[in-house]
């Protein structure tokens, strides 16, 4: 008996040990691949700046050699890949304008229309929300007050179904 206790005690030990193990080496492949991915991003953040040196130098060439027309047509043909991306950065940026002038009361659009968009997002974000006033349950009707004009003359049942009439008729003097 006493050997099988001391099997199975040795067993649990052991279990706990290799998931230490485990996860130092799970420790040890994420600080790794933390370590290339940090390469990988400097390597290209190098080649980025490394490519736009080299096109600033083709550049340079190109004007020192005076072919201004090669310089120009490559700089044209630059700008006509550019231009649909400027298409869209305005169409976005004017239907944003608009979605934003919406939300500012009438009398206030026509002097925020030629503002940046970073002014009318923080002016309609320091305008008070305007929430429509909806009845907390739906489909209730309410009842308009009952002007109660002479309860005095009123008999004790009549009182006592327009009692709130009357009270709230006296709180509203």
């Known amino acids: 008996m006493s050997e099988e206790n001391q099997v199975s005690n040795e067993a649990v030990v052991d279990s706990g040990t290799e998931n230490v193990v485990q996860e130092v080496a799970q420790n040890e492949h994420i600080a790794e691949s933390k370590k290339y991915r940090k390469r990988a991003q400097d390597a290209e953040s190098k080649l980025a ?15 020192e050699k005076e072919e201004y027309k090669t310089l120009a047509e490559k700089l044209e043909a630059e700008n006509t890949s550019l231009n649909s991306y400027k ?15 919406e939300k500012l009361p009438e009398d206030k659009r026509e002097t925020f229309k030629n503002k940046d968009l970073d002014v009318l997002e923080f002016m309609v974000s320091e305008m008070p929300s305007q929430s429509i006033s909806e009845p907390q349950v739906r489909g209730t009707v309410k009842t308009p007050a009952k002007e109660v004009t002479d309860w005095a003359t009123m008999s004790a049942e009549d009182k006592k179904k327009n009692w709130k009439d009357i009270v709230n008729q006296y709180i509203k003097k």
């Open 49 to 63: 700046e490394l490519t736009k040196t080299l096109e600033s130098q083709k550049n340079q060439k190109l004007k």
């Open 87 to 101: 298409e869209k950065y305005d169409g976005l940026v004017e239907q944003r304008r608009n979605v934003l002038l």
